[in-house]
């Protein structure tokens, strides 16, 4: 839970920094990569990432909206990139107008109550969570897997 607003514009910007490093990875080419047939596919985790955060941002009473209104379908890596880029740094900016009191508010989501600081902390949750699961499948895809939290096992073995 975030009880401060330039700790979560702290986090967000790191957090969101490593997501551009992993959506930076996608190719058109791999975007149907998924670990079993019928699964989430890069695709749809990449423009989930680039779509998902205005719904934790609303919760929390930041205006923003997403940054594009294309589907998981019809998006190019390049997009989903740019999507994301654009909304993480809308989040960025509509933070700035949150006070510290602000983050103490209640709301009634998920069926209980919540701190908007809370809904903001689920939101970088989210995006590491989704994060982690694209850095599986860009493996599996052959696609290289930036080092995000630490050396990636390439890294390593370079030495």
């Known amino acids: 839970m975030y009880r401060k607003t330039e700790d979560f514009i702290t986090d967000w910007t790191a957090s ?3 997501t551009v490093q992993v959506l930076e990875s996608l190719t ?3 975007l149907g990569q998924a670990i079993v047939e019928g699964h989430s596919t890069l695709g ?3 423009w989930h990432l680039a779509t998902s955060p ?3 941002a609303g919760i929390a009473g930041l205006k923003v909206r997403p940054a594009t209104d294309k589907t998981a379908e019809n998006i190019s890596a390049a997009e989903i990139v740019q999507a994301y880029k654009t909304i993480a740094e809308n989040i960025a900016e509509a933070a700035k107008s949150l006070t510290d009191a ?3 508010e209640t709301v009634n989501q998920f069926g209980k109550e919540m701190t908007k600081g809370s ?3 689920m939101l970088i949750q989210h995006q590491v969570h989704h994060r982690g699961q694209m850095t599986v499948l860009l493996r599996q895809a052959g696609l290289p897997v930036p080092a995000v939290l ?3 096992k390439e ?3 370079k030495g």
Do not use: C, N, R, Y
């Open 16 to 18: 969101a920094h490593g």
């Open 102 to 104: 602000t983050l103490s």
């Open 44 to 46: 749809w985790i990449g």
């Open 155 to 157: 890294m390593q073995a």
């Open 28 to 30: 058109d080419e791999k």
């Open 54 to 56: 205005a719904f934790f």
């Open 150 to 152: 630490g050396p990636t």
């Open 119 to 121: 809904i903001l902390g």
